[in-house]
T-cell receptor
Framework: DAGITQSPRHKVTETGTPVTLRCHQTENHRYMYWYRQDPGHGLRLIHYSYGVKDTDKGEVSDGYSVSRSKTEDFLLTLESATSSQTSVYFC?????????????FGEGSRLTVL | AQSVSQHNHHVILSEAASLELGCNYSYGGTVNLFWYVQYPGQHLQLLLKYFSGDPLVKGIKGFEAEFIKSKFSFNLRKPSVQWSDTAEYFCAAQSGGSYIPTFGRGTSLIVHP
């Protein structure tokens, strides 16, 4: 398995509080992604990064921000959590050379916003 | 924008039945195609992939998929399913030059022993 660690794995928080999820990789892959998984919606891309300090929005980026200050770490922040952000969040990584599109996923972080 | 459609959202089979899950993509150019599997409570893992060459691709655990360019399809098959194949299956496509794969909504497969 690819060296991808997500933390925390489970979190319960209250509406309006900030939350940060961390993704750490040991593969030195250039691309990192944050997805959320919800029943009936499959996987939806929140944000992705194509290098240190280089990030871009995905299809469901509203309410989320990201940062990547080091190759190995990609942080996802919910500035003010809402109940609609209750979900399972997956981090993924991929190589840029060769660009195959194959993703390696972390174990997931289950977030519950009360 | 590229899209991926999985037509079967829920499939229920008995052990030893044959399986075929449909996947269609919208992009007309060069495309890389994937099937991922997510066992209950686990993360997604690659089942098989197609980049080029033989359109019949064999993956792990007896799964295979056929790329039919004229139909924009990449259907997943297994001749005889097992209870342990119970999982969610995701099709994904990545157009040439992009680093962002597009995922289908997934198909939930339940196999009864």
């Amino acid at each position: 398995d690819a060296g991808i660690t997500q933390s925390p794995r489970h979190k319960v928080t209250e509406t309006g509080t900030p939350v940060t999820l961390r993704c750490h990789q040991t593969e030195n892959h250039r691309y990192m992604y944050w997805y959320r998984q919800d029943p009936g919606h499959g996987l939806r891309l929140i944000h992705y990064s194509y290098g240190v300090k280089d990030t871009d929005k995905g299809e469901v980026s509203d309410g989320y921000s990201v940062s990547r200050s080091k190759t190995e770490d990609f942080l996802l922040t919910l500035e003010s959590a809402t109940s609609s952000q209750t979900s399972v969040y997956f981090c993924a990584i991929s190589e840029s050379v060769p660009n195959t599109g194959e993703l390696f996923f972390g174990e997931g972080s289950r977030l519950t916003v009360l | 924008a590229q899209s991926v459609s999985q037509h079967n959202h829920h499939v229920i089979l008995s052990e030893a039945a044959s399986l075929e899950l449909g996947c269609n993509y919208s992009y007309g150019g060069t495309v890389n195609l994937f099937w991922y599997v997510q066992y209950p409570g686990q993360h997604l893992q690659l089942l098989l992939k197609y980049f080029s060459g033989d359109p019949l691709v064999k993956g792990i655990k007896g799964f295979e998929a056929e790329f039919i360019k004229s139909k924009f399809s990449f259907n997943l098959r297994k001749p005889s399913v097992q209870w342990s194949d119970t999982a969610e299956y995701f099709c994904a496509a990545q157009s040439g030059g992009s680093y962002i794969p597009t995922f289908g909504r997934g198909t939930s497969l339940i196999v009864h022993p």
